[in-house]
């Protein structure tokens, strides 16, 4: 663990970049009280606990009930009866070593000075009376106050943060840079970017600036607040620059920085009549204001019968007359008065009031928790101040409800009988059990889906294995768990929670090598696929395989504070691949190699380039070579290029002995990456250049200022130590960590003198690094070629008298000196560049392309995902479906009727959608047949056949018109029997006679055909 007041980086590592610093101290320093541990309480207390507060305090009153078992995943049938606070407090302890968890059992409302202790209190699921109360005492001691209910099928949540509440990062957006192309001086300054350069800033935005030359008022350190943003490139400054020098052409750079915001909140007594209300369904606008007479008129309900209303009563009737009764009392002007009250949407808020839906409770969690986190730290924007949701589409199709006495009767008031029993028969495929693939298992589990006696069953696949970074949000796991699988520790922690499950954990990944597995029979046989993976590529290929198997597909993700869910539905919706997600702009390499301007591009450099090579790829060819059947007869042989022997002899001319050499090699390295390239570089393009009578060192570009080695410089020591024990390993020679040793060795290592070499130094965007290196390639001579021949012949001869280990970049690993090393390297380069230096752990991100990642907006994903599995299950129509898309940090959410599946033209007078499939089943024909067939029981003309990415024949080649005769099957090159095969037909599609006259009226196009299973 870590010391008292430290961070420990090795545990809260993914959360640390979503939070920072500042605010994790903040974080665990405070005590947080979580009242009334129904199923969103103990959500909210795991998603707490996890963040890390200081003290975490359970109060309840009431014991484990039937009703709450349908979503308190830490209460069993065993515990009923018991405290809801003492049951869930031995659990929730185990969650995060630093927070401290305890219970507390007494009456709040009698005992109001307990209150005192707390940073905030959060009430979960309490009258409107006694929410009323503890709102008033927080109030007057500065108690942040949060109350939320999750009643059945929809949810509440009220935030109030008090009076004068800073906000220091409203947003958590990372700051912007804007490197200047022009300043317009003024009684306003203008501030313009460089051409195809957008600033990215908003009005009220805080901003400062520094290398500016002629304005140089504008530095200094001072805070500019951008009065205006006119265009997307330009903005405007409160700033007089009117008597200021001219601005100096290709100078400048303006930061953003985050600007203090301030917040005040009203009490809950003054917004109940005034409430601000947070929207996020554009086709519900008129649904807060009635959820929230809804939820008053319930509780007049309660004040008038001493009880809540009872599910699926006569009861919902009278709470409809007391909605009447309370909106009259409403003043008219005011947000909470409704023209008509939605008679369906409030008896069905009383009818389902005690009902408890696990994926209503953990969306609500995950808000809420975020919201205890903000209110203690003063990061990210608290609610303003009420959010209300329903989710009715899911309700049942009549009254006719009836409960169970099983553990999910609070299922079956949301859902009705019939839904909860298909749950249970569910058969389903997770990929990925990771943090939300822990959040999804604990979902279904209270849901009772895939349940072995109901025949259902959850597939749930990862080839990964724990690590201790995956249990501040894979709340599955404990230490315990570090280093088995991830699917087998999460299976196993689902079915304590719920034992009934049918849960047949696997150590995969879901890719073409394992369709042995998970076949299109596999596919064929689930009703629904949940995608809980990190990365594009894995999500297409699910995607593919479900498009093709005609099977649902909810797909989910999250990046710090945001979150997204998207269904898929066959024949309905679109799919993901259909969604082009944002393309990632590559750095031109000669920026990498030559001309940085952000500390990004240092970081990527030290990886990919100087990290990369010396300790990876180098070192991969090496042990190739070692490999390589029959090397001497390569050597020989015009094939000899393909080994690089270049890079192989130069590898060999510096392998190290001992590790004296191997620090030898490092300070070589220091003063050819640090001192004689950036000499090089100002030889070639000296200060004063220019081009076109330009200056060549303007905006983007940096000058370079080579640097002096210095072992007691901390950055240059770590330099030395990290790359050279690297370098050590790379040859199997002893490594040492011994900073003295180390120190002796550096003086005794040779050090170049600098001689200026004529490089032709890359400046065209364009050239990509492959078409670099074969350009350095192609200048290596035959005679050069000759040499290195002979020097690798010598080696092979002796059979190779040492062995060579490549690097595995591991980023958690902190011993193993792969962050440390391109740490050193890249701030190293960002000091040659004048570039601002960063810490270690920003670094790690960078490198390591870490997705920030924190517990509560996972807690939102899976709750939202799980609404939309029972859609699936009832099949739904389109418009009932909701994608979302939400910021915890903001907050905001958008929901919305998911993208509707396209129609595509196939041929004139003929469309289709991605989700068709057409089939042949005639048995095994040629290709003549085939296009025969096509052409008169599909109407189209086949100008090609696919099968993937493989063209079995093309109608404008020659060459294929002798396949006409040829089976099927004999292109294929089967090796053994198979059912059936999936091919793509291309269609050759004539233009429609009402097209326009001018264009060639003889031209054909080929457009994207079917696939057609052609079975054999």
Request: proline share 5%; charged share 30%.
């Amino acid at each position: 663990m870590a010391a008292e007041g430290e961070i420990d980086h090795d545990l809260y590592s993914r959360q640390y970049y979503v939070y920072g610093k500042e605010a994790m101290q903040k974080m665990a320093n405070s005590t947080v009280l979580v009242s009334g541990l129904s199923g969103v309480g103990v959500e909210i207390a795991k998603n707490v606990a996890l963040a890390g507060v200081r003290q975490l305090t359970l109060h309840d009153t009431l014991p484990v009930s039937q009703l709450d078992l349908s979503a308190q995943f830490y209460a069993g049938e065993a515990d009923i009866g018991q405290n809801r606070a003492e049951v869930s407090a031995s659990k929730v302890k185990e969650l995060n070593p630093y927070t401290k968890v305890d219970s507390l059992t007494v009456d709040l409302l009698g005992n109001l000075d307990e209150l005192s202790k707390f940073s905030v209190v959060c009430l979960c699921n309490y009258p409107l009376a006694e929410q009323l109360v503890v709102n008033d005492y927080c109030r007057s001691h500065n108690i942040r106050f949060i109350s939320c209910e999750s009643r059945g099928l929809s949810c509440s949540v009220f935030v109030d943060v008090g009076q004068g509440f800073k906000v220091y990062d409203k947003d958590g957006e990372e700051l912007k840079e804007i490197i200047i192309g022009d300043v317009v001086r003024g009684e306003e300054t203008t501030i313009r970017c460089l051409p195809n350069h957008l600033h990215g800033l908003d009005e009220g935005n805080w901003v400062m600036f520094r290398e500016v030359k002629g304005v140089d008022e504008l530095n200094g350190g001072k805070y500019h607040v951008v009065k205006k943003t006119p265009r997307p490139n330009e903005f405007v400054i409160d700033f007089d620059s009117s008597k200021a020098a001219a601005y100096v052409q290709g100078t400048g750079i303006a930061q953003q920085v985050k600007e203090v915001v301030t917040v005040n909140h009203a009490s809950l007594a003054d917004s109940l009549d005034k409430p601000e209300f947070l929207l996020c369904d554009f086709a519900k606008l008129d649904a807060p204001p009635q959820i929230h007479l809804a939820y008053r008129a319930v509780n007049a309900f309660y004040d008038a019968e001493g009880r809540w209303p009872a599910p699926w009563s006569a009861d919902a009737d009278k709470v409809l007359a007391q909605a009447a009764l309370v909106n009259s009392k409403v003043p008219e002007d005011s947000p909470a008065r409704v023209g008509e009250v939605d008679d369906k949407l409030v008896k069905l808020v009383a009818n389902t009031w005690q009902g408890q839906f696990s994926p209503i409770s953990a969306f609500v969690g995950g808000c809420v928790g975020q919201e205890v986190l903000k209110s203690v730290s003063g990061k990210f924007t608290p609610l303003n101040q009420h959010f209300y949701l329903d989710f009715k589409e899911i309700a049942p199709g009549n009254d006719n409800v009836k409960l169970e006495k099983s553990r999910y009767d609070g299922q079956i008031i949301c859902l009705g009988n019939e839904a909860n029993a298909e749950l249970q028969k569910l058969r389903l495929f997770m990929v990925g059990s990771g943090a939300i693939g822990c959040e999804l298992l604990k979902t279904l589990a209270m849901m009772g889906c895939s349940l072995k006696e109901a025949g259902g069953e959850l597939v749930v696949t990862d080839d990964d294995i724990i690590e201790r970074s995956n249990l501040n949000r894979q709340f599955l796991f404990r230490d315990s768990d570090i280093g088995h699988p991830k699917s087998t520790s999460a299976a196993g922690a689902a079915l304590k929670m719920n034992p009934g499950m049918n849960i047949d954990p696997h150590k995969r990944r879901v890719e073409p090598k394992t369709e042995d597995v998970y076949n299109d029979n596999f596919f064929d046989s689930r009703h629904c696929v949940l995608n809980a993976l990190d990365n594009i590529q894995a999500r297409r290929y699910v995607d593919q395989r479900c498009t093709t198997a005609q099977r649902a597909l909810l797909e989910s993700g999250t990046m710090g504070t945001k979150g997204h869910v998207q269904v898929i539905v066959p024949f309905l919706t679109e799919t993901y691949s259909q969604q082009n997600d944002p393309e990632s702009k590559d750095v031109p390499f000669c920026t990498l190699k030559s001309f940085p301007h952000e500390i990004n591009h240092c970081v990527q450099w030290a990886r990919a380039l100087a990290f990369e090579q010396h300790f990876v790829s180098k070192p991969r060819l090496w042990k190739q070579f070692m490999e390589t059947e029959n090397v001497l007869d390569i050597l020989r042989s015009p094939k000899v290029r393909s080994l690089k022997p270049w890079v192989l002899t130069k590898m060999l001319d510096t392998r190290p002995t001992d590790f004296q050499r191997c620090v030898d090699f490092a300070r070589l390295k220091f003063e050819k990456y640090f001192n004689h390239a950036p000499r090089d570089l100002l030889n070639a393009f000296p200060l004063d250049h220019t081009i076109d009578g330009k200056p060549f060192w303007s905006n983007p570009k940096r000058p370079p200022h080579p640097l002096e080695f210095n072992f007691e410089d901390d950055i240059c020591q770590q330099f030395i130590v990290a790359f050279a024990n690297l370098w050590a390993f790379v040859w199997g020679v002893p490594q040492t960590r011994d900073i003295k040793a180390i120190a002796k060795m550096v003086e005794k290592s040779p050090v170049p003198k600098y001689v200026p070499k004529k490089k032709n130094i890359e400046t065209d965007e364009s050239v990509s690094a492959e078409k670099a290196e074969e350009q350095k390639q192609d200048k290596v001579s035959e005679d050069a070629i000759k040499g290195y021949i002979e020097k690798l012949e010598g080696v092979v001869k002796e059979g190779f008298p040492f062995q060579v280990n490549a690097v595995e970049f591991e980023k958690d690993d902190d011993s193993n000196f792969h962050i440390d090393c391109i740490d050193a390297i890249s701030n190293l380069r960002a000091r040659v560049y004048k570039i601002p230096e960063i810490d270690r752990f920003e670094t790690k991100k960078i490198a390591g392309r870490i997705i920030p990642a924190i517990a509560a907006t996972t807690a939102c994903v899976s709750g939202l995902a799980m609404v939309e599995l029972v859609k699936i299950m009832q099949k739904k129509k389109l418009e009932d479906y909701k994608s979302s898309f939400f910021n915890l940090s903001l907050p905001q959410f958008t929901f919305s009727e998911p993208g509707e599946v396209r129609k595509e033209k196939i041929a004139k007078g003929l469309f289709g959608t991605i989700w068709d499939r057409w089939e042949i089943r005639k048995g095994d024909m040629t290709v003549e047949d085939l296009l025969s067939y096509a052409e008169e029981e599909f109407k189209i003309d086949v100008g090609a056949i696919f099968v993937g990415a493989k063209c079995l024949y093309n109608g404008l080649m020659p060459a294929h018109r002798k396949k006409l005769g040829v089976n099927i099957s004999e292109l294929l090159k089967l090796k053994e029997k198979v059912e059936y095969v999936d091919l793509l037909l291309v269609v050759e599609d004539e233009e429609d006679e009402d097209e326009d006259e001018d264009e060639d009226e003889d031209e054909e196009e080929e457009s994207g055909g079917p696939v057609v299973r052609f079975y054999f």
